[in-house]
């Protein structure tokens, strides 16, 4: 069975602090693929970053950055010098195949930033 | 946007009463997806297809059924309206990019049953 973690419900910081979002998964596959989503106020899904399994080279594009670590299963998500721009709710997402070879996202519970002046 | 447009944005229903909700994309994607977002439960595959006349159940496919009778659209219907199926429910598709395939979601669709 597939499941996302993650276990930060809520976490409010200051603008201009570090925050880290945690996300920890379970598969059985050997194969299997790694998302970010964030959901704004406004509602809708933004797709910020997916992560293959063979990959762990951690990325960084511009404050945000993604530490992926096979070993812990855990798919962390930091954002360096927040702003209240990034206060949205944020999803970390495990995807395997499906039959007729489509895919099926399983989203984590999601994590709610704050930033605040 | 991936060129995907849900409708209608928000409704209002009573328990008991058919709705559809139509997702319609402009991009000929082969693979489109109907999840359900829910407090504490993130969101939730509740079908999918893989092409015209193609669908599949996902996880939590009971009260709902779809039809794909061409490539750009994808409905959902609840045959009779409960009121745990008040939820946000978001359209996908798969979109194939350098690198692999994302899933690229449209605005949502706000149901409320009474």
């Known amino acids: 069975a597939q499941k996302v973690t993650q276990a930060q419900t809520e976490i409010s910081v200051v603008e201009k602090e570090d925050v880290t979002l945690d996300c920890v998964y379970e598969?059985?596959?050997?194969?299997?693929?790694l998302f970010w989503y964030k959901q704004p106020p406004s509602g809708e899904l933004v797709f910020l970053i997916r992560?293959?399994?063979?990959?762990?080279q951690n990325e960084i594009s511009g404050r945000y950055s993604w530490n992926f670590q096979k070993s812990t299963s855990s798919f962390n998500f930091t954002i360096t010098a927040s702003q209240v721009v990034d206060s949205a709710v944020y999803f970390c997402?495990?995807?395997?195949?499906?039959?007729?070879?489509?895919?099926?996202?399983?989203f984590g519970t999601g994590t709610q930033l704050k930033v605040e002046l | 946007d991936a060129g995907i447009t849900q409708s209608p944005r928000h409704k209002v229903t009573e328990t008991g009463t058919p709705v559809t909700l139509r997702c319609h994309q402009t991009?000929?994607?082969?693979?489109m997806y109907w999840y359900r977002q829910d407090p504490g439960h993130g969101l939730r595959l509740i079908h999918y297809s893989y092409g015209v006349k193609d669908t599949d159940k996902g996880e939590v496919s009971d009260g709902y059924s779809v039809s794909r009778s061409k490539t750009e659209d994808f409905l959902l219907t609840l045959e009779s309206a409960t009121s745990s199926q008040t939820s946000v429910y978001f359209c996908?598709?798969?979109?194939?990019?350098?690198?692999?395939?994302?899933?690229?979601f449209g605005q949502g669709t706000r149901l409320t049953v009474v």
């Open positions: 992560r293959n399994s063979f990959d762990e």
């Open positions: 996908a598709i798969r979109v194939e990019g350098m690198g692999g395939t994302e899933a690229f």
């Open positions: 598969t059985r596959d050997t194969t299997y693929y």
């Open positions: 997402a495990l995807r395997r195949e499906l039959t007729g070879g489509g895919n099926k996202l399983t």
């Open positions: 991009e000929n994607h082969r693979y």
